[in-house]
Every structure is written in structure tokens, then in C-alpha cells.
Nanobody, 119 residues
């Protein structure tokens, strides 16, 4: 059983910051890594970035590179998404998900947390 719980969403003004958390439990401990995704109203789900549990290697979408930072606390089984210099177009529901290997799809998802950036 894998469980992921996101938290930290909210309303922020453009230029502000938020930090999202993704707490993992169950078999998520044995997964390869965690990805962050977002979905804005009327749009398809978009990849934001990911991190590998063991190495801490990260990868970001061009749209957030330089503004967002993903980190993990292995002792707390938690992954963080630090979002800086937020823009109204960052408004979306943000999800975390785990995958079992570098080349597998993300197979377990959290419930999502809303991020709203006002202009």
C-alpha cells in the first residue's frame, strides 16, 4: 500500500513563495523517486519536476527551472517543492506521485493541493 499526502497549498500574490510537502508512507519508501505535476483548469496535467530518493538527483520542466526547487528528507519520507517567484500561470492543483524505476510510469498519486497565485 502506497500513500502520498500533499500539503502546503494556498493563495499567494505574484512574486511570492510557497512550499509544498509530499509525505510518503507504505511501499512508497521502496520507490525510485517522486515527481511533482500540476493541472490548471481546462488544461492537461503538466510535469513540474522530480527527484530520486537515493541520490537526490533532480530534473525540472523548463517552465519552472530556476524558480522551483525539489528536495527530500529521507528520514521523514517527505519530498518538498519550494516555489519562488510565483506567477499567475503557476495556478493549478499540484500533485506528487511515485514511480518504481527511472523508466517506469508514475503509478501512485496523492490527492493534490491547490495553489492560487493572484496578480
Amino acid at each position: 500500500q502506497v500513500q502520498l499526502i500533499e500539503s502546503g497549498g494556498g493563495l499567494v500574490q505574484a512574486g511570492g513563495s510557497l512550499r509544498l510537502s509530499c509525505a510518503a508512507s507504505g511501499r512508497a519508501f521502496n520507490s525510485y523517486g517522486v515527481g511533482w505535476f500540476r493541472q490548471a483548469p481546462g488544461k492537461e496535467r503538466e510535469f513540474v519536476g522530480n527527484i530520486a530518493w537515493r541520490t537526490g538527483d533532480t530534473y525540472y520542466a523548463d517552465s519552472v527551472k530556476g524558480r522551483f526547487l525539489i528536495s527530500r528528507d529521507n528520514a521523514k519520507n517527505t519530498v518538498y517543492l519550494q516555489m519562488n517567484s510565483l506567477k499567475p500561470e503557476d495556478t493549478a492543483v499540484y500533485y506528487c506521485a511515485v514511480r518504481q524505476s527511472l523508466f517506469s510510469s508514475y503509478d501512485h498519486w496523492g490527492q493534490g493541493t491547490q495553489v492560487t497565485v493572484s496578480s
